[in-house]
C-alpha cells in the first residue's frame, strides 16, 4: 500500500564500484514476462492513473527543494500523490539499490546514463513508448538526441531529466594577452592557439586533457568522433582500434609531449580555474562552480569540429525512468509526472536552479542567460548533441579500460595503436562474459 503523502526514506546503501553495477543476478522483481510485450496487451484507453506513485531520487545537482516544488505542482494538477525515496547519494548507488531489491516499490527512478541498461537487462524498466502515447505526451518536444538516449531495441526506456553536456571553457584574459581574438572552432585550432599561450608564457599549458578519475572518455568523445573514430559502434568494438581514433588519440599524446597540453593531476576544472591552462573541456554542470572559483573572465565556446566531422558533443546525465513491475495504474500514473518533471515549464525552473542544461527544447531560460550568458552556449549546443557509443555507456568496465588507458596514453610515449588493440580485445572479452547471453 502506497502512502498517500510526500515523505521522505533514507535506504542504506553499499558503496559498490562501476563493474559491480552492471548485469546482476538479481534485481527488482518484474512479475515476470517480457515488459515489451506486457505493454502491447495493455488497453491503455481503459486505464485509470493511481492515486498515489513513489519516487526513487538522489537528488541530482542538489534538486530535493525544487524536485518538491515540482511534485507540490504536479499533485495540484493531477490529484495524484508522489512518496519521495531518497535512493542513494548519486546515480550509481540508486542503481544499485533498483537492482538489489531495495526499490521493490518504486514507480518512477533516476537512472544515469551509464545505469539504466543494466536494469534494463534484468527486466525492471517498462518501455514508455505506449505510456507516454497514453498520457498524451507529445516526445517531439525533448532534445531528440536527449531522448535517443533511452532507445534500445525498437523501445525507449526512459525521459531525459537532469541532463548535461561537455563544453568548451577558455580564460578571456589569456587570450587578450596571447593576442587571440576568438576561441577554437577546430582542434588544429586548440593546439595553435595553446601553442601560442605558451610560447607567450602566458601560462603553464594551453589546454588541460581530464585525469582517469574525471571520466576521460564522455569528453574526449568529440575529439575522437572529429576525426571520425569512436569507442564502439554499437556492439562492434573495432571502431576503438581504428585508424581514425588512433589518429585523434595520437592528437592528444603529441599535444602533451610538446608541452601544449597537460593531463590534469586532480582535475581540469582546477587547472582552468587557477590559470594552470587556459582552456578545457568539464561538464556544462560545471560552470557554475568554475564562475565562482575562477577570477577571470571565463568564455564558453562549442566543442571543436575535427578533420571528419563537425563538433559533436556527448549526452550525458540522467532520466526518469518507469518500474515493470507497477500495476498499469501506476505506470499510467508514472508517466504523467514523468512528463510533468520533463516539461518545458519545469525544465526551466530544474535548469535555473542546478545548472543541468533543459532536455525541452521550449524551455525558457532567458533570464538565466541574463544573468550568467555562458550557460547560453550550453543550450544552443544541444543542436550538436550526439548519443554516446555503446562501449563507454552500456558495456561494464568499459568506461574504466578508457580512462586508464588514455591516462596512460596520454602520460607516456606507449604506442597508440597497439593499447587501443588491446583495448578492443579487452571489450570484446567483457561483453562476450557479461552481455552476450543477455542479449540473445
Not at 45 to 53: G, H, L, Q
Not at 296 to 314: I, K, N, S
Not at 326 to 342: G, I, K, R, V, Y
Request: charged letters at 20%; one cysteine or more.
Amino acid at each position: 500500500m502506497k502512502h498517500p503523502s510526500i515523505t521522505r526514506t533514507w535506504k542504506g546503501i553499499a558503496v559498490f564500484s562501476a563493474a559491480a553495477l552492471a548485469v546482476t543476478a538479481c534485481g527488482p522483481d518484474t512479475g515476470g514476462g517480457d515488459a515489451a510485450e506486457e505493454g502491447e496487451e495493455t488497453d491503455w484507453s481503459e486505464v485509470e492513473p493511481a492515486d498515489s506513485i513513489v519516487f526513487a531520487t538522489n537528488h541530482p545537482g542538489g534538486s530535493e527543494d525544487l524536485e518538491d516544488e515540482l511534485i507540490e505542482q504536479f499533485t495540484e494538477e493531477t490529484g495524484i500523490e508522489v512518496e519521495v525515496i531518497t535512493s542513494g547519494a548519486n546515480y550509481e548507488e540508486t542503481s544499485q539499490w533498483f537492482q538489489t531489491g531495495g526499490g521493490s516499490n518504486a514507480d518512477v527512478i533516476v537512472l544515469s546514463d551509464a545505469t539504466w541498461f543494466p536494469n534494463y537487462l534484468n527486466g525492471a524498466l517498462a518501455p514508455v513508448d505506449e505510456l507516454l502515447e497514453a498520457a498524451d505526451v507529445d516526445v517531439s518536444g525533448y532534445v531528440e538526441a536527449l531522448y535517443e538516449d533511452y532507445l534500445y531495441e525498437d523501445n525507449h526506456y526512459g525521459v531525459p531529466y537532469a541532463r548535461s553536456t561537455p563544453l568548451f571553457y577558455y580564460n578571456v584574459e589569456h587570450f587578450e594577452e596571447a593576442g587571440v581574438d576568438a576561441p577554437p572552432q577546430t582542434w588544429d585550432e586548440v593546439a595553435e592557439i595553446a601553442q601560442t599561450i605558451v610560447d607567450e608564457g602566458v601560462a603553464s599549458y594551453g589546454y588541460a586533457f581530464p585525469p582517469s578519475n574525471e571520466y576521460p572518455a564522455w569528453g574526449m568523445a568529440n575529439l575522437v568522433w572529429g576525426y571520425g573514430g569512436g569507442w564502439s559502434d554499437e556492439w562492434d568494438f573495432s571502431a576503438v582500434s581504428s585508424d581514425e581514433t588512433v589518429e585523434a588519440i595520437e592528437f592528444a599524446q603529441n599535444g602533451v609531449q610538446e608541452g601544449w597540453a597537460n593531463v590534469a593531476a586532480t582535475s581540469q576544472t582546477d587547472d582552468f580555474a587557477s590559470g594552470v591552462a587556459s582552456m578545457t573541456i568539464q561538464s556544462t554542470g560545471s560552470l557554475g562552480g568554475i564562475l565562482e572559483a575562477a577570477d577571470f573572465e571565463v568564455g564558453t565556446a562549442f566543442l571543436p569540429d575535427g578533420p571528419a566531422a563537425e563538433g559533436e558533443t556527448p549526452t550525458g546525465g540522467a532520466g526518469l525512468m518507469i518500474a515493470s513491475a507497477s500495476s498499469p495504474e501506476e505506470q499510467l500514473a508514472a508517466a504523467m509526472f514523468a512528463a510533468h518533471m520533463t516539461s518545458a515549464e519545469s525544465q526551466a525552473i530544474f535548469s535555473a536552479g542546478t545548472g543541468y542544461v533543459p532536455s525541452h527544447q521550449d524551455a525558457d531560460m532567458s533570464e538565466v542567460y541574463q544573468e550568467r550568458p555562458q550557460f547560453e552556449t550550453a543550450v544552443d549546443q544541444l543542436e550538436r548533441a550526439r548519443v554516446q557509443d555503446y562501449a563507454r555507456v552500456f558495456l561494464p568496465g568499459a568506461d574504466l579500460e578508457l580512462a586508464e588507458t588514455l591516462q596512460s596514453l596520454l602520460t607516456s610515449d606507449a604506442d597508440v595503436r597497439e593499447e587501443l588493440e588491446r583495448v578492443q580485445a579487452e571489450f570484446e572479452d567483457l561483453y562476450e562474459s557479461d552481455l552476450a547471453d543477455e542479449l540473445e
